[in-house]
């Protein structure tokens, strides 16, 4: 069942720029504020195998041998 909830004194500023991103979105506040706490509080941690293929999807790799750059990087001291 939904709930309800409040925020109180909420700085000028702050409720300015969530106006502005939920615009931006094309969201209402309401929209934008529920789709930002789904994002930050929906999803449950990756295991380390969907981290792994996540980061492998995303092109992110070492060059190299990280033995040999450990290496080189304590012998420049």
């Given at each position: 069942m939904p709930s309800t909830l409040s925020i109180k004194n909420i700085?000028?500023?702050l409720l300015q720029r969530l106006?502005?991103?939920a615009s931006h979105?094309?969201?209402s506040l309401q929209g934008e504020l529920l789709a930002m706490l789904d994002h930050y509080v929906g999803s449950a941690p990756?295991?380390?195998t969907e981290l792994s293929?996540?980061?492998q999807r995303l092109g992110l790799?070492?060059?190299g041998d990280s033995t040999a750059m450990v290496r080189e990087d304590r012998d420049g001291r």
């Open positions: 700085p000028d500023d106006r502005n991103r979105n094309h969201r990756l295991s380390l293929t996540h980061i790799a070492t060059h």
